[in-house]
């Protein structure tokens, strides 16, 4: 009896030797992400160029990792969504030093450095190495060139990818000369050499992506992402909150950790703005939980921003007027849709809550020739009547500003802990030599037109439902109270 359960015991202690041993050597089928680093991955579908701005040890380089084992190996998971290659090609995979890439990229992608036995234990699975990695000059242990098997949508053999790990160091002209379809930048290159890497793409009609931390601030080729628009760019940002695998508790103690100066930068992805930020208060002063049950007589209003040429945003306010306190509740941000997408979306939330909107809500449709505001209206929404002023007049944006400003060092300014749109936009607004930067700050338009017509906020349930219809049937049912000349709600 003892020999048969040693027999037992020694075939599952085998088995769960062979599972481990499996996992060590397939590190990539284990791999799951989270929804920012999804977001970074599906947006390859369509952009030529991604960027993952995120802080340090989020997860941002082990995401371009897995992306570049998918292109080598056409091993493609099924919740894959993003962009899928066909065939065999060539890569690159480039870092600031030769040093930094065998340790950070040559490790994450094909096992530690140095170690024979630790060979086939990165995201690349053993069996898919063909051949023996040829070895970079002046570097111990590192990888000039690595051969992959490449599969086919059957899983059939279909040829061999090649992937050559380069650095920054070696200049601009390191760069030049070959065609490769797709080329990962792990940290901020310089924009020469992100511009070459791009440019060995033409050819194939390939694509560049990079993860990095933004230390350098607001250089040229973060410019490029987050304030030069194009329909081949896209930009995640992923803040230490989005990395599942760091508890609260352990957050606060990285934060903390960081130099102050670097803390936005390291933990959230924010590249390094100063004095240029315009709303210079961290994300958790003015944070709090989703609010769950909303007290009848808080009132409601939306703030919209048309997206004439950039994303349609709209922003839900809640204000306590007994506290005078503005809540953040809900926000959309959609861009490439029509008027009745942004409606329904709208509707889905608070479809009776008035809807603000700014000055070029009177500007002409090119192909109706209706006035945006009139199309939104015909869709069901409550506009009022005329764009957003303040109770002044005018329509100040700097006024807007100060107040918001003002709201959050009292503490009467609060958002929704779950907006991360909002919060990404917050931590970018800045300015340049004095003047706002008019990109990526839809949100911050919409809420501040909001808060300039609070005063037209109603006391409405938040729901679905049709402004017109209600109205219609509210007149029919209950007439206006006697000696009064407005709708009490």
Not at 39 to 45: K, L, N, R, S, W
Not at 276 to 299: C, K
Request: hydrophobic content about 40%.
């Amino acid at each position: 009896m003892d020999e048969a359960r040693a027999q037992i015991i020694a075939e599952i202690e085998a088995d769960l030797a062979a599972a481990a041993e499996h996992k060590r050597q397939n590190l990539f089928g284990y791999f799951s992400p989270y929804d920012k680093q999804r977001e970074f991955f599906d947006a390859g579908i369509w952009a030529r160029e991604r960027l993952l701005m995120a802080g340090n040890q989020l997860g941002k380089t082990y995401a371009g990792a897995f992306e570049t084992t998918l292109h080598l190996t056409g091993r493609y998971p099924d919740w894959w969504l993003g962009r899928r290659v066909e065939g065999a090609h060539k890569y690159w995979a480039a870092g600031e030093s030769s040093l930094v890439v065998r340790d950070v990229q040559q490790k994450l992608l094909c096992g530690q450095p140095g170690v024979l036995s630790a060979f086939g234990t990165g995201m690349i699975p053993k069996a898919d190495f063909v051949d023996t990695p040829s070895l970079a000059r002046g570097v111990t242990d590192a990888y000039d060139m690595v051969q992959v098997q490449h599969y086919d949508a059957r899983g059939i053999k279909d040829g061999v990818s090649v992937l050559n790990f380069k650095s920054y160091e070696q200049g601009r002209t390191k760069f030049q000369g070959d065609s490769i379809k797709a080329v990962w930048f792990d940290e901020e290159p310089a924009e020469d050499i992100y511009s070459e890497g791009l440019t060995r793409t033409v050819a194939t009609q390939g694509f560049a992506y990079m993860t990095f931390t933004p230390l350098k601030g607001m250089s040229k080729v973060v410019t490029r992402f987050l304030s030069e628009n194009s329909p081949d760019r896209h930009v995640t940002t992923m803040v230490i909150e989005d990395a599942k695998h760091i508890s609260p508790e352990e957050r606060a103690k990285i934060i903390a950790g960081y130099p102050v100066h670097e803390r936005e930068a390291r933990a959230r992805g924010v590249p390094m703005l100063g004095s240029g930020l315009i709303y210079q208060v961290s994300d958790s002063s003015i944070m709090e939980p989703a609010i769950e049950f909303v007290p009848d007589h808080w009132v409601k209003i939306w703030g919209i921003d048309f997206g004439i040429d950039h994303p349609f945003s709209a922003v839900l306010i809640l204000w306590d007027r007994d506290n005078d306190v503005i809540h953040v509740h809900h926000c959309i941000k959609v861009a490439e849709r029509l008027p009745p997408a942004h409606a329904k979306a709208i509707k889905l939330v608070a479809a009776n809550a008035p809807v603000a909107w700014p000055h070029d809500g009177n500007n002409r449709d090119k192909g109706s020739g209706e006035p945006l505001s009139k199309l939104y209206r015909a869709e069901g929404l409550r506009m009022l009547p005329s764009h957003a002023t303040w109770i002044e007049g005018g329509n100040s944006v700097e006024a807007g500003i100060l107040e918001i400003q003002e709201r959050m060092d009292s503490g009467r300014f609060k958002v929704a802990s779950h907006l991360s749109d909002w919060f990404a936009e917050k931590r970018l607004y800045h300015r340049k030599d004095g003047v706002i930067v008019r990109t990526h700050n839809d949100l911050m338009d919409a809420t501040r037109v909001a808060l300039m017509m609070k005063r037209e906020a109603k006391t409405v349930r938040l729901g679905p439902g049709d402004w017109y219809k209600m109205r219609k049937r509210h007149s029919e049912t209950n007439p206006l109270a006697q000696n009064v000349d407005f709708d009490l709600s």
